[in-house]
Every structure is written in structure tokens, then in C-alpha cells.
């Protein structure tokens, strides 16, 4: 077939190679065109390199080219997004400035402040995506997977202008630690009924055909005997260490089911920031196993590391690694379905119309969904437990706000959002808040 897709952002190092590779494998979509659209063109150029060396060596026939938005958006069949406004710049001033108020964040791409003003920055963005969008492709899908996805899929969605539905890997890589877990498999089931918004989504049932109720097991005291084991240190007391994150990556996640008698599908720092406290004490946060991602150094470390792997790849002529095998990502999968019609089975943000039933309508939720030519139809799912209920509505009140913020461009909103955010405990410093963020963001955000 020849489909044309338009990838904004696409000259991403961290993302695109991984992303790509997964398209060049789905035999449906070979002889395809990609258009690469980004603000770096030297990135853009690199990464456009690496694409056709996996082409070649994977033995497809997609066309990778670099264009303008306009260009690129033109008679597009789908168009995907993977972009950061304001950068690692800016992200780093979600992270920093609400540690003066008491939030430590540890990804801050999601909820509290940083979630809240990182929406404000992108909103823009998308809504000006959209707008093209309906004026040269107006039938074509925007599949993204920028965060804050729920937030940026609201909004999208609200302007009527395009179908919009994000993306996410974080269910696929629970149910990929949970089938080593419960010991099942390759050729063995495990699904899950899938309920919640993104980076707290919750597994309310689980199903395997080896065993009968696999969710029983899913306890904490079997989870501290599983790593044990697997360490090799034979008892679980040797283990158990204050802030040793990498030998217990999913503790919260299991305390809270023990607690809860839900399994949350995110990872465990994701989790952490949709309830109170967890990360409002820069030591309590240690006790559970979690850690604070960071954002400067790191990241622009690790997109340099990128940045030199694949040309020393390209320059030594090696095999790109992603050619190897496809990832968890769902991106292709949906592809495969809106454009060439293949039943597909994807974890989807969409807005709620029925799917969740004790939320409200149109919001952003996270379920499996069905995509094929006739678009992307989410599952019925059932309720958000009530143990959870509570939580889950705060997270969802503070994107509401939110959201109507970034498209009214309302601070009291603004104001609003970030005193309802579990993350922010300090109430009484909401004002304190306000302003820091905002004079923090002014490069980016000036209303």
C-alpha cells in the first residue's frame, strides 16, 4: 500500500528510531511514505539517515523524506506527534520550582505543577496542529504520545476540529512484568479489564489460561519473594533497602494492590504522583522504592548518547539494533489498523463516552480499544473501583481545570487546577505557586 504519514517531531532521536522500525515491520504498511517535520534539522537529517539504513536492511520499500508542516500535513493519511514545547529547558523548571512548595515531582510530565504548566505550553502547539490539520488533512487521525497525554488528547478533541487519540506503553510494559511474575509463557494468556487515565490506569480483573485467578497473587509479600529470588540473595530481609529503587521497581505498585485490590498498570514513579504525600517528603518517597527522575543533566545526556550511537552506527555501517525485533509501542499497531484496515487490539486515550462508566463524559480515559478502517472504538470497561474513586477524581478534576485553562487561558483556572492537584499539599501557598510557575515559564507561556 501507499500511505502517506507525517510524523511532527519526527527528528527525535530518543523516539523515532524505535518508532519507526516498528512501522518498517508491518508488512501491511510497506511501500508507505514517513515526512520527518521538526525544528532541528540537523536531527532531522540524521534520523531520516538512520530510517533508511533500517529500510535497507529489513528490506522494505518506504520512502523517508523532510518537509515543512505544511508540506508534510498535506492529503496526510495519519499524522503523529512526539514533541516537547520549551524543551529541557522548560521541563526542568517544572521539575525545579515546585520543590520550593513542597512537591519533590519525580517525572512531572503528568499531574501537579508540572503537568499543569507542561499543558499550558503544549496547548498552543496542538491546537494550531489541529488547525491545519482540518484544512489539509482533515480526515487523517493525530496519534500522539507527548505528554501530558490525557490533557493534550482533551484538548485536542475539544476543539471538534480532528479525531485525536493518544498513546502510551505503560499498560503493555505492566502486563509484560506481570507474565514474568505469575512465571507464564510465551504461548500462555494474560489479559486484563483496563480502567483509568493515563499514568493511572488501573487493572481491575486479570485473565490467564494457566492460571486461575492470577490477581490473587499480585501481593506484595509474593512480589518481595519474586525479587529475591531473582537477586539471588535467598531471603527477602536481605533485600529490603531504603531507596534501592532498581531491586524493587514495582513495590508501590503492589502495596498498593494489597491495599487497594487493584493492580495499578504504570510504573511505580507515575503511580506515585496521582495520590498525596508519596513525594511531598523528599525522604518518606525513598521508603516505597521510588526515585526522582531529574531532568538536567540527564536527559540532554541521554539525547546526546543517542545522538552519538546512531551515527556511530550509520558510520561503522552496523546493524541498527531496532531493526531486531518490533517494541510494546502501539503506534504501528494503529496504523495498521486505520490504514490498512487490519483488526487491532491498542491501549487508547480517548474521550470517555461510555467506556468508564462512573466518570464523566468526554474526558480523557485509557482502556483497550479496537482500532480498524472504521476508526479507533474503545471497550466497554466497567467503573473505577471505589477504594480508587477518590483519587481518580481528583487527578481528572485537575485536568479538567486545567484544560479549560489552557483554552480559555484563564489563571484563576490555573489557580484552580494546581490547588486541586493531590500532588500540591501546601494550600495555602497556591498564590506562591501561581506566580513562581508563571514567571518561571514566561519564555514560554505569556498570558
Known amino acids: 500500500m501507499s500511505c502517506k504519514i507525517a510524523v511532527i517531531g519526527g527528528g527525535s532521536v530518543l523516539w523515532m528510531p524505535r518508532l519507526g522500525c516498528d512501522m518498517f515491520m508491518e508488512d501491511a504498511l510497506d511501500g508507505s511514505e514517513l515526512v520527518l517535520v521538526d525544528i532541528d534539522p540537523a536531527a532531522a537529517k540524521l534520523v531520516k539517515s538512520y530510517l533508511e539504513e533500517c529500510v535497507r536492511v529489513l528490506k522494505k520499500n518506504w520512502r523517508i523524506t523532510i518537509a515543512d508542516e505544511d508540506s508534510a500535513l498535506k492529503d496526510a493519511h495519519c499524522v503523529a506527534v512526539s514533541i516537547s514545547t520549551g524543551g529541557f529547558e522548560a521541563m526542568d523548571k517544572d521539575y525545579t520550582v515546585p520543590e520550593k512548595f513542597g512537591v519533590y515531582h519525580s517525572v512531572s510530565d503528568t499531574t501537579g505543577p508540572g503537568g499543569i504548566f507542561r499543558t499550558l505550553r503544549n496547548a498552543p502547539v496542538f491546537i494550531a496542529l489541529a488547525e491545519k490539520m482540518a484544512k489539509l488533512c482533515p480526515d487523517a487521525w493525530m496519534l500522539h504520545v507527548t505528554n501530558p497525554l490525557s490533557q493534550l488528547t482533551r484538548i485536542v478533541n ?64 509474593n512480589y518481595l519473594q519474586y525479587r529475591a529470588a531473582e537477586q539471588g540473595t535467598g531471603t527477602v530481609g536481605d533485600l529490603v533497602v531504603k531507596g534501592n529503587y532498581k531491586d524493587y521497581p514495582l513495590y508501590l505498585n503492589f502495596y498498593l494492590k494489597d491495599i487497594l485490590n487493584v493492580y495499578p498498570a504504570a510504573g511505580s514513579v507515575h503511580i506515585a504522583e496521582n495520590f498525596p504525600r508519596f513525594y511531598n517528603d523528599s525522604e518518606l518517597y525513598k521508603d516505597f522504592h521510588l526515585y526522582r527522575k531529574g531532568v538536567l543533566p540527564v536527559r540532554p545526556d541521554n539525547k546526546r548518547a543517542m545522538t552519538e550511537k546512531l551515527q556511530k552506527t550509520l558510520n561503522e555501517h552496523a546493524t541498527p539494533p531496532e531493526t531486531a525485533h518490533r517494541s510494546r509501542e502501539m503506534l504501528c499497531d494503529c496504523l495498521a489498523g486505520l490504514l490498512a484496515g487490519e483488526n487491532r487490539r491498542i491501549i487508547a486515550t480517548l474521550p470517555n463516552t461510555g467506556q468508564i462508566g462512573n466518570l464523566p463524559q468526554d474526558v480523557s480515559v485509557e482502556t483497550w480499544a479496537t482500532v480498524n478502517a472504521s476508526g479507533i472504538t474503545p471497550e466497554f470497561s466497567g467503573n473505577i473501583p471505589m477504594s480508587c474513586y477518590g ?29 486541586s492537584s493531590p500532588l500540591f499539599h501546601e494550600k495555602e501557598k497556591v498564590n506562591d505557586l501561581l506566580e513562581a510557575m ?3 515559564e514566561k519564555p514560554w507561556i505569556n498570558w
Open 158 to 221: 475539544a476543539t471538534g476540529l480532528i479525531r485525536c487519540c493518544g498513546l502510551c506503553h505503560e499498560v503493555a510494559g505492566q502486563l509484560r512484568h506481570l507474565r514474568n511474575f505469575l512465571g507464564l509463557e510465551s504461548s500462555d494468556t494474560l489479559d486484563a479489564t483496563v480502567v483509568g487515565v493515563n499514568h493511572f490506569t488501573l487493572f481491575t480483573q486479570l485473565f490467564s489460561n494457566k492460571i486461575k485467578d492470577p490477581m490473587s497473587r499480585l501481593t506484595l509479600n
Open 391 to 419: 483519587f481518580m477524581a481528583s487527578v481528572v478534576a485537575e485536568q479538567e481545570l486545567t484544560v479549560q485553562a489552557a483554552l480559555t487561558q484563564d489563571r484563576d483556572l490555573v489557580k484552580q487546577a494546581l490547588f
Open 438 to 440: 508563571f514567571e518561571a
